[in-house]
């Protein structure tokens, strides 16, 4: 209200308008308003609301307002192009220092990754203790088990399974066609993480059991341990009946470690049976993909490699040796395999 | 020797241009480039003729002989580190490196500096932000990649054995398990030095062993 009556009333009285300058800046800019051209489209309403924000941002920001001064020295050593362009510049410059005020302020408010610091405040053998513990199931479901809300352990389990993954793809050749090896690893072992724990805390919400977001994130990260012993192993010693061993023994183990702890902070047998059944579910149907998707291609190439021992073939005509039906049917099977 | 005013004959401590207002007594550590030597004239430096510029590897704050005390700190894995290496950025000294890794890929056929930049970029930004979340004071980015980088060199002997060799078989993994734990060891080491986050050196070892761990999956396969 101050602005467009003292706006008004400079228009009435229609002599200059001058703009202080800031405290450290140079010299100070003058508007001759007899000069202004009426079609410049801003009013004497706006002109005086105008000064009257420049004023505050000169008396908030005392840093810029050097480079204020030194804008507007600049567009008057240019030769001015007119008054519109001035003010033109003004008024962009003033619009970028508020708008770059309140990115900033919004940036310190949301990327502040402090508030995640509590989470990694571990010790070693804080560390040992809760990985050997995700394989232990506990016996008393009678009342809640203490979750650790940590996020480094889980954080670096999915690394490493993204690392076994990796190591997984490349000996096994195989080829991603729609992006990369890394892209694929990083989206598989961060998508379940992340993912399986939002579905699985949106459905502890709705079976209203105590658990926190972050304790879930914890939980299910501590639980990929037994993915990545399993992993581990069978991308290196290829036996399908070791796979099923593993499959059910660790993967069993810590899936129910983590349905006994969702269990004890459970109440009622129908919550419970959905909860635990998604995450068992879930959990082990991971595991199976993870096998049977990343490296199936070595079966076929270990046969073909590993077969029956055949000479080289010579280039003249003989007798076909039983040998290359072997390497015949092998073929055949490595190819159907890849189809 | 003199060499258009500046004086050489302290040991190899010279200043950047921008660092010539600290007129401070050179204390004789190797690892604080910036302690000034008095130039004589240091208010011509600028504007005067072609004979007074400084070097241009001094212009640009390169200086071999710190990048090589730095890589032996690197090489020696049971040396003790100094805390004040990291006091400084300077990432001349890992371009070089992670330069000769890729020169050493591509000696084995493998034309990969893409992938090379590409993880050093992703992973100094996954480190420097788990360093700012497990450590007391901060850590600014300069340092975390200036200590990645030097961290690799051991990965370059890793891959210049891959080009005659190869490293598919058990002696091969043997040999890449043992670069990775003394790249990330030296890495963890300097950490914790300079952090301060005594008794977490292998919550920081690891992380980095897992990125020294996908350089090595480069040079392997």
Same mark, same amino acid.
């Given at each position: 209200?101050?602005?467009?009556?003292?706006?008004? !009333?400079?228009?009435?009285?229609?002599?200059?308008?001058?703009?202080?300058?800031?405290?450290?800046?140079?010299?100070?800019?003058?508007?001759?308003?007899?000069?202004?051209?009426?079609?410049?489209?801003?009013?004497?309403?706006?002109?005086?609301?105008?000064?009257?924000?420049?004023?505050?941002?000169?008396?908030?920001?005392?840093?810029?307002?050097?480079?204020?001064?030194?804008?507007?020295?600049?567009?008057?050593?240019?030769?001015?192009?007119?008054?519109?362009?001035?003010?033109?510049?003004?008024?962009?410059?003033?619009?970028?220092?508020?708008?770059?005020?309140?990115?900033?302020?919004?940036?310190?408010?949301?990327?502040?990754?402090?508030?995640?610091?509590?989470?990694?405040?571990?010790?070693?053998?804080?560390?040992?203790?809760?990985?050997?513990?995700?394989?232990?199931?506990?016996?008393?479901?009678?009342?809640?088990?203490?979750?650790?809300?940590?996020?480094?352990?889980?954080?670096?389990?999915?690394?490493?399974?993204?690392?076994?993954?990796?190591? +997984?793809?490349?000996?096994?050749?195989?080829?991603?066609?729609? +992006?990369?090896?890394?892209?694929? !690893?990083? &989206?598989?072992?961060? &998508?379940?993480?992340? +993912?399986?724990?939002?579905?699985?805390?949106?459905?502890?919400?709705?079976?209203?059991?105590?658990?926190?977001?972050?304790?879930?994130?914890?939980?299910? +990260?501590?639980?990929?341990?037994?993915?990545?012993?399993?992993?581990?192993?069978?991308?290196?010693?290829?036996?399908?009946?070791?796979?099923?061993?593993?499959?059910?023994?660790?993967?069993?183990?810590?899936?129910?470690?983590?349905?006994?702890?969702?269990?004890?902070?459970?109440?009622?047998?129908?919550?419970?049976?959905?909860?635990?059944?998604?995450?068992? !579910?879930?959990?082990?149907?991971?595991?199976?993909?993870?096998?049977?998707?990343?490296?199936?291609?070595?079966?076929?190439?270990?046969?073909?490699?590993?077969?029956?021992?055949?000479?080289?073939?010579?280039?003249?005509?003989?007798?076909?040796?039983?040998?290359?039906?072997?390497?015949?049917?092998?073929?055949?099977?490595?190819? !159907?395999?890849?189809? | 020797?003199?060499?258009?005013?500046?004086?050489?004959?302290?040991?190899?401590? %010279?200043?950047?241009?921008?660092?010539?207002?600290?007129?401070?007594?050179?204390?004789?550590?190797?690892?604080?480039? =910036?302690?000034?030597?008095?130039?004589?004239?240091?208010?011509?430096?600028?504007?005067?003729?072609?004979?007074?510029?400084?070097?241009? *590897?001094?212009?640009?704050?390169?200086? /071999?002989?710190?990048?090589?005390?730095?890589?032996?700190?690197?090489?020696?894995? *049971?040396?003790?580190?100094?805390?004040?290496?990291?006091?400084?950025?300077?990432? $001349?000294?890992?371009?070089? %490196?992670?330069?000769? /890794?890729?020169?050493?890929?591509?000696? $084995?056929?493998?034309?990969?500096?893409?992938?090379?930049?590409?993880?050093?970029?992703?992973?100094? *930004?996954?480190?420097?932000?788990?360093?700012?979340?497990?450590?007391?004071?901060?850590?600014?980015?300069?340092?975390?990649?200036?200590?990645?980088?030097?961290?690799?060199?051991?990965?370059?002997?890793?891959?210049?054995?891959?080009?005659?060799?190869?490293?598919?078989?058990? =002696?091969?993994?043997?040999?890449?398990?043992?670069?990775?734990?003394?790249?990330? /060891?030296?890495?963890?080491?300097? %950490?914790?030095?300079?952090?301060?986050?005594?008794?977490?050196?292998?919550?920081?070892?690891?992380?980095?062993?897992?990125?020294?761990?996908? %350089?090595?999956?480069?040079?392997?396969?």
């Amino acid at each position: 209200r101050w602005g467009r009556a003292r706006g008004a !009333a400079r228009g009435r009285a229609e002599r200059a308008l001058t703009l202080s300058a800031p405290a450290q800046g140079g010299g100070s800019a003058v508007i001759d308003m007899e000069n202004m051209d009426d079609t410049s489209g801003s009013s004497f309403e706006d002109m005086g609301e105008m000064h009257q924000r420049m004023k505050e941002e000169e008396e908030d920001e005392a840093a810029e307002g050097e480079a204020g001064a030194a804008e507007e020295e600049d567009g008057e050593f240019l030769g001015m192009k007119g008054l519109r362009g001035q003010l033109g510049r003004q008024v962009a410059d003033q619009v970028w220092q508020v708008g770059k005020k309140q990115a900033s302020r919004a940036f310190s408010l949301y990327a502040n990754i402090d508030i995640l610091r509590p989470y990694f405040d571990v010790e070693p053998v804080q560390v040992r203790t809760r990985l050997l513990e995700s394989m232990i199931p506990v016996k008393m479901i009678n009342f809640p088990q203490k979750i650790a809300g940590e996020l480094y352990g889980p954080l670096m389990l999915v690394f490493t399974l993204v690392a076994i993954l990796l190591h +997984g793809m490349k000996t096994s050749d195989t080829i991603i066609r729609e +992006g990369t090896l890394m892209g694929t !690893a990083i &989206g598989t072992c961060f &998508g379940y993480w992340l +993912g399986v724990s939002s579905f699985i805390y949106f459905l502890a919400y709705l079976c209203n059991a105590q658990i926190t977001m972050v304790q879930m994130l914890s939980l299910l +990260g501590y639980g990929l341990f037994g993915h990545c012993i399993t992993l581990f192993v069978t991308y290196n010693i290829h036996f399908h009946s070791l796979f099923y061993i593993f499959w059910l023994g660790v993967g069993g183990l810590s899936t129910l470690r983590m349905v006994a702890v969702l269990v004890s902070r459970t109440v009622g047998h129908t919550q419970r049976l959905i909860l635990c059944g998604t995450l068992a !579910a879930l959990h082990m149907l991971f595991l199976l993909y993870l096998h049977f998707a990343y490296h199936k291609v070595v079966e076929g190439i270990l046969d073909t490699l590993e077969g029956p021992n055949m000479p080289p073939f010579q280039r003249v005509a003989r007798d076909i040796p039983v040998v290359s039906n072997a390497v015949l049917n092998t073929t055949a099977k490595a190819i !159907a395999l890849t189809l | 020797r003199q060499y258009g005013g500046y004086d050489y004959s302290q040991q190899s401590g %010279f200043v950047p241009p921008d660092m010539m207002q600290q007129q401070q007594p050179y204390t004789g550590q190797i690892y604080q480039p =910036t302690q000034a030597y008095t130039p004589t004239s240091a208010q011509s430096f600028y504007g005067s003729n072609f004979e007074d510029e400084p070097p241009l *590897l001094e212009e640009l704050g390169i200086n /071999f002989d710190h990048i090589w005390q730095k890589t032996l700190t690197v090489l020696h894995p *049971l040396k003790v580190a100094d805390g004040s290496i990291m006091n400084e950025t300077d990432l $001349a000294g890992p371009m070089v %490196f992670c330069l000769a /890794f890729g020169a050493t890929l591509l000696l $084995a056929g493998k034309i990969q500096f893409g992938y090379v930049y590409g993880i050093s970029a992703i992973g100094c *930004l996954g480190m420097f932000c788990l360093l700012n979340l497990m450590s007391m004071t901060g850590v600014s980015f300069g340092c975390v990649a200036s200590v990645l980088g030097y961290c690799l060199l051991p990965m370059i002997l890793l891959s210049s054995f891959a080009i005659v060799f190869s490293l598919q078989g058990m =002696t091969g993994i043997i040999l890449t398990a043992g670069i990775i734990g003394w790249c990330s /060891f030296s890495a963890s080491k300097i %950490f914790i030095s300079a952090l301060a986050m005594e008794g977490q050196q292998l919550l920081v070892a690891y992380p980095c062993a897992l990125l020294y761990g996908v %350089f090595a999956l480069i040079s392997v396969f």
